[in-house]
């Protein structure tokens, strides 16, 4: 029972003039509940019930000001709500309540005042009951009204240890739903959900049944999202009762034992994971009253507001986490820091990343903690005044919810030395972990970045102490991170920001090799190692290492050097000559982006040229844009090149986007009406379809259509289908396209179809992705839409088919055209189907695959059984296995004979330059994504005791023959049934016949894996939010390449090592390539067993998804997208095979074996069926 004293904190009392004795109130409120309970479990024994006490969100807030004028004001102090949640908290616990729920949580820092009042209550004066948290999503947007996200919101309170955490209000169940889902992925904690009765009608009341409301928590609850469900806004006792009637039979969830383990987890708006493989963390420096002149000047005279847009800078060009820091003695450093996290508050574009509160002075600290609903970092403290003061100080920081920076600073000082860095931090370590209670995720230690080049030499190994400590840090202390302030290394060179910059480039390279996972460091101001000029780095280096005592010399002679211009080459390029327009188009075709703003504000300039900036964009943009797309139509522009041209596209546009809304916003005043003039041809909605995580080709045509004047929206990746016709309507699409890799991507778009006849949708329908054909769409997808249904092949095709599409002159005869076409598809399709010829089940069976087993050599048994994981793979071993073909396949670079394949590509005439650029640019992001740790591969292979009966194989636990104890999982097969040509002597392939069946008694094993190279997506995001629509495609066509290396070469150590049925082997790449090797390793949703369903067998029993975090989507579909599984054989007459069509007489045996219904396994099945299902 949950006891609500919703507004009983003093705060709400005084709002509405009634101030009383609020504890008393509370305490009385909760008594009578509890003796209630006390005498129904009397009269109902083995009953037991427990009364919540719930603590709602007051009707202030810490994360909005009440004030649109004045965004940093708020009518409350996060004190002042930890002492009204205390007085009501306390009521509650003197009355009995067996659990505190803090709960309808529209803004986090609410809550973290009263979970750190609650904290507060449990040292001082009671014994700790359970917390219950429960947040309010406000809509469909998946954010609280104070705009963070559920994961968001789940980090920022874990602190707590709920121990149930969940949602209610605002919202019905189904809307609720994959709210609940995404907060369970997230949190150890059991998962409870109070939705309201559906959402208000006009009237604000409520219409969702009782019955209706239960089914939909029935369904949450057989679904295993949640461990407690009631009632929230609308549900009168009815409703509860109808809840407890659905699901009193229905299984709790389990919650998973662990989620993102070794992950250190922060949250601003938005979540924020640092896990062992994350790419370098970049924490902005520049709001930093000591670092920076201009902000310092800014906050002094009061101007607030414009340094706010230092800190968005600072997140614009990468900031990850964003450093505040008020230290300046003429501050009132408690009241400025407050008021500048207030205003960032009001800045989503700025409050999605979280903050690190940095500060000497311990009261900063805190007023900055106070006013962050996320989960910050603070920075910093340390031992340096104690054991006492510090234990306090790092309780203080945990009951806040931060994470917390340690510096190395013991009773005697600062640590200078390796040895001293390392005790100092692993003193530290041991008391937060063993007396404060610490998550050991939560900790970052800086071992201090000190000044070198200094002339002295007692400071010239300092950077060398700070990169071995680092190392011995990672090794000793499990989950610490490492941090520093990178400024201060080069800070004898101040002034000199070339030398600076390129000591810290060279510095960070070292030391994130070494461990280091975050610093503090001006965001888009680090050169790339590679870049910086090769003299400069060789001194750095020097210096950096101690290897030349007269390396601060000789850099400030290079220093002097560069001012004085001897190390300048001024280079003018003819075409930078020529006129704006001639300029703008040169840049665009070349994919130079250099000189694309300043040349975009020259055209814009030229009022009667270009009176208005759409004009620009209208004129020599896509003027430019267009010979872009006739060089590319023509053949004379290759994709890549095409990409860089749109990254260009988009910067130039990106610069005048706010002077067509400051126009806008003119006309609008002036005349009270905007003549809105669309400058695009069209209109396209894209998206991946639902279960399918793969998109580079989808990425590829959007980019192909942007650069031919069409509006693109691309949705992304697991886009169901009603969002998908919702944005289209609501955007008035003129196109909508769908793309999809896996089998059951087919039916969704079937579905999307299906729908959007129901609908009356006459939008045009494009289909492509890999699985798709010109014959699928026609015979399953077409028919089910009564408007255009079109298969695009490629990224080139998609220009003219839109274009034609959106033409009133030539679009009918283009349907016609395509019409004809289907037609004839359609009567090939149906006559192929009644021509051939199918062997029976049992026939084929009969003319399968028989070995003699026992004068076969006896199977080798695997060094080991069950599973290995291999974790952090070294990504530079794979860099030889892998195949180049389908990367430059990707890119639609494809040679004509003799010149086809890597690396004969080449020396084609026609795309063999391009291919060279491409490859070569591969190979810089390649090595740059491996030196830095931005991709990381993560593994896992297991072997089995195995035996095959009839078409299906049996693998066991332990390995004893017979073998006749209960199966650990079994594996289905399909087998070839299409008649082969009479001259053909082969066998009729199922993958069983490569293991030892149960009647020989010969013991035989079988494999499995699953590797996936991870990174890719966020990096992807990244590029694209920078505009870099190229390496932004590249990052993913790598890691695919990766992961199809990761297979070759964990499989060549399979033949090898792990199984080592094939010791000497001894192949080149190429011949892996060809298969020359002796054993096979076939995927689910492939040729060989074409049944993606098979995937949840592997996942199961490798337990996959929670040893490698490789998952599968609704579709089977594995995510990350850059992964590949499979099973192993290792039998020489192993060998890959398709499957084909299969007739129904298989189908329902197979159906009948893997007890599915037989329309599920069509569905599953459907490319590969030899008869018609409609």
């Known amino acids: 029972m949950c006891i609500s004293v919703f507004v009983m904190t003093t705060l709400c009392v005084i709002d509405v003039c009634f101030r009383v004795c609020n504890d008393n109130i509370a305490c009385n409120r909760c008594v009578f509940p509890c003796l209630y309970l006390t005498n129904r479990c009397f009269l109902l024994p083995g009953c037991k019930r427990y009364v919540a006490g719930a603590v709602g969100p007051t009707n202030k807030t810490l994360s909005v000001s009440p004030s649109v004028e004045r965004p940093d004001f708020r009518n409350v102090t996060f004190d002042e709500l930890a002492e009204a949640y205390a007085e009501q908290v306390r009521g509650l616990l003197d009355g009995g309540a067996d659990i505190i729920m803090v709960e309808t949580i529209f803004d986090t820092a609410n809550a973290k005042a009263a979970l750190f009042a609650i904290d507060k209550l449990f040292e001082e004066s009671y014994e700790p009951r359970p917390i219950f948290i429960s947040g309010t999503i406000v809509d469909r947007s998946g954010r609280t009204l104070s705009g963070q996200t559920g994961e968001a919101f789940v980090i920022s309170v874990s602190h707590a240890k709920p121990l149930c955490i969940g949602l209610n209000c605002a919202l019905g169940a189904t809307e609720m739903r994959p709210f609940i889902q995404a907060i369970g992925k997230c949190t150890t904690a059991h998962v409870l959900c109070y939705p309201n009765a559906g959402l208000p009608n006009t009237f604000g009341g409520y219409d969702e049944t009782p019955e209706l409301t239960a089914s939909h928590l029935k369904d949450f609850a057989t679904d295993g999202l949640v461990n407690l469900v009631g009632g929230c806004c609308g549900t009168t006792p009815a409703h509860i009762r109808a809840i407890a009637e659905k699901v009193k039979h229905c299984h709790p969830r389990v919650p998973p034992t662990d989620v993102f383990q070794d992950y250190m987890l922060l949250a601003g708006l938005e979540p924020f994971r640092i896990g062992p493989y994350t790419n370098f963390v970049n924490i902005g420096e520049r709001c930093n009253v000591a670092g920076s002149r201009k902000f310092a000047k800014l906050i002094m005279s009061g101007n607030y507001e414009e340094a706010l847009s230092i800190a968005k800078t600072q997140v614009e060009m990468g900031a990850q986490v964003l450093d505040i820091n008020m230290d300046e003695g003429m501050l009132e450093g408690p009241a400025a820091m407050a008021r500048f996290c207030c205003l960032i508050s009001s800045e989503p574009d700025i409050a999605r990343v979280p903050l690190c509160i940095d500060s000497s002075n311990f009261e900063v600290i805190k007023a900055g903690l106070k006013c962050c609903q996320g989960k910050c970092i603070v920075n910093s403290i340390s031992l340096k005044e104690g054991e006492e003061e510090f234990l306090q100080r790092a309780t203080t920081v945990r009951r806040y919810g931060a994470a917390v920076v340690v510096m190395a600073f013991d009773e005697e000082g600062q640590a200078t030395e390796t040895e001293r860095k390392v005790d100092i931090c692993s003193r530290a370590y041991r008391l937060l972990v063993t007396q404060v209670g610490f998550d050991p995720n939560d900790i970052i230690f800086d071992p201090n970045i000190l000044t070198i080049g200094t002339g002295m030499e007692e400071h010239s190994e300092y950077a060398i102490n700070f990169i071995r400590a680092t190392r011995l840090i990672k090794e000793l202390l499990p989950g610490a991170r490492i941090s520093g302030g990178l400024s201060n290394l080069s800070f004898s060179f101040r002034g000199m920001e070339v030398i600076r910059e390129a000591m810290h480039g060279a510095f960070l390279y070292h030391a994130i090799k070494d461990g280091m996972d975050m610093g503090i460091v001006n965001a888009g101001s680090l050169p790339v190692y590679d870049d910086i000029d090769k003299e400069l780095l060789l001194m750095c280096e020097n210096l950096i290492w101690n290897k030349d005592p007269e390396a601060t010399e000789k850099l400030l002679l290079y220093a002097q050097s560069c001012a004085k211009g001897g190390k300048k080459v001024v280079q003018t390029d003819e075409w930078r000559e020529g006129t704006v327009e001639e300029r703008l188009e040169y840049g665009l075709i070349k994919g130079i982006d250099k000189y694309v703003v300043e040349d975009t504000e ?573």
């Open 602 to 1174: 020259e055209a814009r300039s030229q009022a009667e040229l270009y009176p208005r900036p759409l004009h620009v964009i209208e004129g020599p943009l896509m003027n430019g844009m267009k010979v872009v797309g006739d060089l590319f139509g023509a053949g004379k522009m290759f994709l890549p090149q095409v990409i860089k041209s749109a990254r260009v596209m988009k910067k130039a546009v990106a610069h005048l986007i706010p002077f067509m809304e400051k126009e806008r916003e003119a006309m609008l005043l002036a005349s009270g009406s905007v003549e809105e003039i669309d400058p695009y041809q069209g209109t396209i909605v894209l998206a991946t379809v639902k279960g399918d995580v793969h998109d580079i080709g989808k990425n590829i045509v959007g980019v192909v259509l942007g650069c031919n004047n069409f509006r693109v929206i691309d949705l992304g990746v697991m886009i169901p289908c009603d969002r998908i016709l919702r944005e289209a309507i609501d955007c008035k699409a003129d196109i909508i396209g769908l793309s999809g890799l896996i089998t059951p991507s087919l039916d969704e778009m079937i579905y999307v179809a299906k729908e959007m006849e129901r609908l009356g949708m006459k939008t045009p329908l494009l289909i492509g992705g890999a699985t798709t054909s010109k014959t699928h769409t026609a015979v399953k997808i077409a028919p089910r839409y009564s408007c255009p249904v079109v298969h695009v092949l490629d990224a080139s095709r998609s220009v003219v088919v839109c274009s034609q599409l959106l033409d009133e002159n030539v679009k009918e005869e283009f349907l016609r055209r395509r019409q004809r076409s289907t037609k004839t598809s359609d009567r090939t399709t149906m006559t192929s189907l009644k021509e051939r010829r199918f062997l029976s089940l049992a026939q084929a069976r009969e003319k399968g695959l028989h070995v003699d087993w026992l004068s076969q050599a006896k199977p080798v048994c695997p060094q080991f059984l069950g599973t290995r994981v291999f974790e952090g793979y070294d990504l530079r071993r794979l860099v030889d296995y892998i195949d180049w073909k389908p990367f430059f396949d990707v890119w639609q670079l494809r040679g004509k004979y003799p010149n086809r394949g890597y690396p004969k590509i080449f020396k084609d005439k026609t795309v063999g330059e391009e291919a060279r650029r491409v490859f070569d640019d591969a190979q810089r992001l390649l090595n740059r994504l491996i030196d830095n740790k931005g991709l990381w591969g993560r593994g896992l292979v297991g072997f089995w005791p195995a035996q095959s009966v009839g078409d299906d194989i049996q693998v066991y636990e332990h390995d004893v023959t017979p073998r006749s104890s209960t199966p650990l999982a079994t594996f289905y097969g399909l087998r070839q049934q299409a008649e082969k040509d009479s001259a053909s002597s082969d066998p009729y392939y199922c993958l069983s016949d490569f293991v030892a069946p149960r009647a020989s008694r010969v013991s035989d094993y079988m494999g499995m894996f699953a590797v996936a190279v991870f990174g890719a997506e966020e990096l992807s995001k990244q590029f694209e939010t920078q505009g870099d629509d190229y390496n932004s495609i590249m990052v993913k066509a790598l890691a695919d390449r990766l992961a199809e290396a990761f297979a070759e070469e964990l499989h060549a150590r399979v033949r090898r090592e792990l199984w080592g049925y094939s010791m000497e082997e001894n192949l080149p790449t190429e011949d892996m390539h060809r298969i020359r090797y002796e054993g096979i390793r076939p995927a689910a949703g492939y040729p060989s067993q074409p049944d993606h369903t098979e995937k949840t067998a592997m996942w199961t029993l490798g337990e996959v998804e929670e040893k490698t975090g490789i998952k599968l989507t609704e579709s089977l579909a594995m995510t990350p997208a850059a992964a590949v599984s499979g099973l192993y054989f290792s039998h020489p007459k192993a060998t890959y095979f398709a499957v084909g069509k299969v007739t129904r007489e298989q189908v329902e045996d197979y159906a009948g074996r893997k007890e599915m219904p037989v329309s599920e396994v069509e569905r599953w099945l459907g490319p590969i069926l030899g008869y018609d299902t409609d």
